[in-house]
């Protein structure tokens, strides 16, 4: 039974109370009772920090948010409604041409609409992102930023190093937090400040809308009226249905109301095989305490994924997205410890997605477990050559690279077997198909 938490390649800590405790408070109290319980962490395999040496993690902003009062008390089903209106309005943007679901496209669980790395936005709609654009599916239990992870639950727990928070770098603590960087980025929708974009709101389609959810005076004060916008989006984002319908085949499966046919079978069992995908160490499959999987444990870590060339940003080769510490995010810089970690992302609908990694380099399922297992077996396939030597690593400078991970199924000298043949990662892949939700469009 793949439920049962003994076969678990790694010790699996349980999830931190503290965590969910301030995860739980990152939601109105209306929609707490929708979600399913948090999945665990997985062990992960980081550098520790000397904790002396770090300041603490900003704390969760939730509470003073979610304290703004508003003259009349909506209902969840009325700031879902008009969260959705608001994710598809392109009033949104400076452009009027971009909303939320020009990048976030439904059809695709959330994720990018087409095979762009980065997509493009700004005023003109010309301006190219710096990162792939990941999917919004499931991300209902990512926890607040915390730089040191440790587990209540287990004794003498390691610290885990950084854990959650949203984006590729955990920069946002909540999905409200998180809706203020796209409005106001200047290669997204690139308005002035999110009070623009109330004031434009005030005067377009939806503002009698707003009226009627947040009482008459809803736009007398902007600061109120910024709440009342990021509410509806975070709320929408939250909707069970649309966010984490939990319809794929893998949870009928769970669910013991569907089977897998054998080579997806072979595929979880290498998935989750600690010597050969390893997968599961960082992207948990099986179930926790009743919770289904979302495969990650909101970790993070350096794969040292190639350089990707397409992305304008790369043309100037001393810039280098080091996802925690910069420089996108600004707070951890000069911890070098941390450069080139990036989120885990969650593995749900992968299938659906156009393109892989932090800065979209690869398109298929193939070629991204083709990296995983043949990374340092046959380095010269993803890394150019500099002075005559491979240049394995080289997104990132070369006093960071001792950060990238060696765990399987990274690892093996050049020219050893990968830790997975082509058969094998077929079934893997035919595996990952199971974890598209019903209503996602397959590639
Ligand atoms: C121009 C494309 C674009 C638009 C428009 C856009 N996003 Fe995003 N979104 C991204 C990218 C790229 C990221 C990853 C950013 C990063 O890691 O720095 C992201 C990240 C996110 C995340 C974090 C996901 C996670 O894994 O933690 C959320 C939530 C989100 N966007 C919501 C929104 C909402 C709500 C809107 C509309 C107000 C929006 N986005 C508009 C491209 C876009
Ligand atoms: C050491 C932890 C770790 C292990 C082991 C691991 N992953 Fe990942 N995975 C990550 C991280 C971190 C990222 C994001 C890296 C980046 O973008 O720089 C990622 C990204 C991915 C992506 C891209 C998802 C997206 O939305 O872009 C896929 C697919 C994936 N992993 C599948 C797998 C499979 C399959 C295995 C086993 C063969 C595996 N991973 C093993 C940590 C891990």
């Given at each position: 039974m793949v439920t049962d938490e003994r076969q678990r390649p790694l010790r699996r800590p349980r999830w931190r109370?503290?965590?969910?405790?301030?995860?739980?408070?990152?939601?109105?109290?209306?929609?707490?009772?929708?979600?399913?319980?948090?999945?665990?962490?997985?062990?992960?395999?980081?550098?520790?920090?000397?904790?002396?040496?770090?300041?603490?993690?900003?704390?969760?902003?939730?509470?003073?948010?979610?304290?703004?009062?508003f003259s009349r008390q909506a209902t969840v089903p009325e700031l879902t409604a008009l969260g959705r209106a608001l994710f598809f309005s392109p009033q949104l943007s400076v452009s009027g041409q971009m909303s939320c679901a020009?990048?976030?496209?439904?059809?695709?669980?959330?994720?990018?609409?087409?095979?762009?790395?980065?997509?493009?936005?700004?005023?003109?709609?010309?301006?190219?992102?710096?990162?792939?654009?990941?999917?919004?599916?499931?991300?209902?239990?990512v926890p607040p930023f915390e730089q040191h992870h440790f587990d209540e639950a287990?004794?003498?727990s390691t610290d885990q190093g950084p854990t959650g928070?949203?984006?590729?770098?955990?920069?946002?603590?909540?999905?409200?937090?998180?809706?203020?960087?796209?409005?106001?980025?200047?290669?997204?929708?690139?308005?002035?400040?999110v009070e623009a974009v109330v004031t434009r709101l005030e005067k377009g389609p939806l503002a009698a809308r707003f009226r009627a959810v947040f009482g008459d005076d809803v736009f007398a004060e902007r600061a109120r009226a910024v709440t009342a916008l990021l509410k509806c989006l975070e709320v929408f984002q939250q909707s069970p249905q649309n966010f984490y319908p939990y319809s794929s085949r893998y949870d009928a499966y769970l669910r013991g109301q569907g089977t897998l046919t054998p080579a997806e079978q072979r595929g979880l069992a290498l998935f989750n095989a600690p010597k050969k995908g390893n997968c599961a160490s960082c992207h948990p499959s099986q179930r926790r305490k009743g919770a289904f999987p979302h495969f990650t444990d909101f970790g993070f870590n350096a794969l040292g994924v190639p350089r990707n060339g397409a992305l304008p940003a790369n043309d100037d080769?001393?810039?280098?997205?080091?996802?925690?510490?910069?420089?996108?995010?600004?707070d951890l810089t000069?911890?070098?410890?941390?450069?080139?970690?990036?989120?885990?992302?969650?593995?749900r609908n992968t299938a659906a997605r156009h393109v892989y990694f932090h800065n979209g380099l690869f398109h298929t399922l193939e070629q991204v477990m083709n990296f995983y297992v043949a990374r340092d077996t046959s380095?010269?396939?993803?890394?150019?050559k500099?002075?005559?030597?491979?240049?394995?690593?080289?997104?990132?400078?070369?006093?960071?690279?001792?950060?990238?991970?060696?765990?399987?199924?990274?690892?093996?000298?050049?020219?050893?077997?990968p830790a997975l043949t082509q058969a094998e990662i077929r079934d893997v892949i035919a595996f990952l198909g199971t974890l598209t939700d019903a209503d996602v469009k397959r590639r």
């Open positions: 109370r503290a965590a969910l405790l301030a995860a739980g408070l990152a939601l109105p109290a209306s929609c707490r009772d929708h979600r399913p319980p948090s999945p665990p962490p997985a062990s992960r395999r980081q550098p520790a920090v000397p904790s002396a040496t770090v300041p603490a993690a900003p704390s969760p902003t939730a509470r003073s948010f979610y304290a703004d009062h020009t990048c976030h496209d439904p059809a695709f669980a959330y994720g990018p609409p087409d095979g762009r790395a980065t997509q493009l936005g700004g005023p003109g709609m010309d301006t190219p992102g710096l990162r792939a654009v990941p999917s919004l599916r499931y991300l209902q239990n287990v004794e003498d928070g949203h984006a590729w770098d955990g920069r946002a603590n909540t999905t409200h937090d998180q809706a203020r960087l796209p409005l106001t980025s200047s290669f997204e929708m690139a308005n002035p400040s080769p001393a810039y280098f997205d080091l996802g925690l510490c910069g420089p996108v995010r600004t000069g911890h070098g410890e941390y450069c080139g970690f990036f989120r885990v992302p969650g593995l380095p010269a396939k993803f890394y150019p500099a002075h005559g030597r491979v240049d394995a690593f080289d997104d990132l400078p070369p006093q960071h690279r001792k950060n990238v991970n060696h765990e399987p199924p990274f690892g093996g000298r050049p020219g050893a077997p």
